[in-house]
T-cell receptor, first 118, second 115 residues
């Protein structure tokens, strides 16, 4: 089946504008994660959901960042009043089941959205 | 820091040689995962090793985990030019005894395999 998809793939915006990044996880995957990756660095955790519940948002940099997953499938990461420092690759991942016990499932990553704030 | 630290930062080898990358960490983990990222592409999951496992194989990949030393290694045998990529270790930790899905990635090892 289809993998994780993200849209748009590229987004160029002016400072101060709001942007919404979309993630469509693999069908049936319970958990959905958002990461941000700067050039030459590993991905940095932002937030994650089990079904529609946001389990952890400790990685969101500030209150300009928010995420939702209202129906437990597609998720949107919104950045308000964008700043140049928000420029990065934003990656979404999903996994089949939420972590429980000692068994974690691998995370499948989407292609990412390259955000450039001018 | 919960972040894994990869070593070396960059590795350059000839096709056919073996490549070994190491990851050290400081916190307790539930499992450790390795991912590959080709230039301009997404992250691909390679292998997951749980904290109660010591070694795992997948094709030409061999991963070891030493929880007493808080370190892991990824060995790629008989490397190919197509193995050229960045390799990341990612830690899955427990938070207060609760299972947790967040992954903490290291900065990666850039592997270049020359034909």
């Amino acid at each position: 089946g289809a993998g994780v998809s993200q849209s748009p793939r590229y987004k160029v915006t002016k400072r101060g504008q709001d942007v919404a990044l979309r993630c469509d996880p693999i069908s049936g995957h319970v958990s959905l994660y958002w990461y941000r990756q700067a050039l030459g660095q590993g991905p940095e955790f932002l937030t994650y959901f089990n079904y529609e519940a946001q389990q952890d948002k400790s990685g969101l940099p500030n209150d300009r960042f928010s995420a939702e997953r209202p129906e437990g499938s597609i998720s949107t990461l919104t950045i308000q009043r964008t700043e140049q420092r928000d420029s990065a690759m934003y990656r979404c991942a999903s996994s089949l089941s939420h972590p429980s016990g000692s068994s974690y499932n691998e995370q499948f990553f989407g292609p990412g959205t390259r955000l450039t704030v001018l | 820091s919960q972040q894994g630290e990869e070593d070396p930062q960059a590795l350059s080898i000839q096709e056919g040689e073996n490549a070994t990358m190491n990851c050290s960490y400081k916190t307790s983990i539930n499992n450790l995962q390795w991912y590959r990222q080709n230039s301009g592409r997404g992250l691909v999951h390679l292998i997951l090793i749980r904290s109660n496992e010591r070694e795992k194989h997948s094709g030409r990949l061999r991963v070891t985990l030493d929880t007493s030393k808080k370190s892991s290694s990824l060995l790629i045998t008989a490397s190919r030019a197509a193995d050229t990529a960045s390799y990341f270790c990612a830690l899955a930790t427990n938070a207060g005894g609760t299972s947790y899905g967040k992954l903490t990635f290291g900065q990666g090892t850039i592997l270049t395999v020359h034909p």
